[in-house]
């Protein structure tokens, strides 16, 4: 490696998800990006609560780089989740992507009045699903810089 080049710092992703088949989707439309990352699953919002906040079983968890994050999730709604992120200070400044097959202007609403950094319903065709992913890839990991801060 050339003197004053540093390797790409991997991106570590919380998607959090319920539906088995959209989590294997997701994961594996990561996988096959140019860009190196790091994907943990919570499958209930309470799950990436305590994911994020180092309760009981994940002390250990390192913080992402970026959300994904379902609305329609057992235990705790995605809205709650959300919420719960944007007013704690250690996390809010976390990109908060909601990725949901609800396309609801109250859903999309409430997405952004509880600062979602953006809203997008998944498509129900696979190869859509797979280019919308890679979308997120492209705008999220080339485009904007994404906050380093501790973890």
Known sequence: MKKGIMKPKPIRILLVEDNEGDIVLTQEALEDSKFINTVDVARNGREALDHLMKNEGYEDAILPDLILLDINLPIMS?????????????????????????????????????????????????????????????????IVSLPRGKK
């Open 78 to 142: 995605g809205h709650e989740v959300l919420s719960e992120i944007k007013n704690n200070e250690e996390l809010k400044q976390i990109p908060v992507i909601m990725l949901t097959t609800s396309s609801a202007d109250s859903d999309i609403n409430k997405a952004y009045h509880n600062h979602a950094n953006c809203f997008i319903s998944k498509p129900v065709e696979i190869n859509e699903f797979m280019e919308a992913i890679s979308g997120i890839e492209q705008f999220w990991f080339s």
